[in-house]
């Protein structure tokens, strides 16, 4: 069984930096990549970044560009995603993810609960 959790969420203002992370555990293929979504108020959950877990290769919403960076340890059990010059709409939950897929969510397969990221003006 596969387990994710997420942390690093908290209230910030605009302009301020965090870094989430989410920590693995359980039999993960290989193959899979891992990838961080959100869902912000009255919105469906969005792609945000994805990383593969055999490379340094990463995607990224083209909104979110040049603001999110993925990364992940050596090791691919966790993933994290720095946010950069915070905005009030990056309000959202935070959810991260594993599968096969790469910006659609329904082809991930395992999921963490979400950490909440709320950015005040």
């Known amino acids: 069984q596969v387990q994710l959790v997420e942390s690093g969420g908290g209230l910030v203002q605009a302009g301020d930096s965090l870094r989430l992370s989410c920590a693995a555990s359980g039999r993960i293929f290989s193959s899979h990549v891992m990838g961080w979504f959100r869902q912000r108020p009255g919105k469906d959950r969005e792609f945000v970044a994805t990383?593969?877990?055999?490379?340094?290769?990463?995607f990224y919403a083209e909104s979110l560009k040049g603001r999110f960076t993925i990364s992940r340890d050596s090791a691919a059990k966790t993933v994290y995603l720095q946010m950069n010059n915070l905005k009030p709409e990056d309000t959202a939950v935070y959810y991260c993810?594993?599968?096969?897929?790469?910006?659609?969510?329904?082809?991930?397969?395992?999921w963490g609960q979400g950490t909440q990221v709320t950015v005040s003006s």
């Open positions: 993810a594993i599968g096969p897929g790469l910006t659609t969510a329904r082809d991930y397969i395992h």
């Open positions: 990383i593969r877990r055999n490379s340094f290769s990463s």
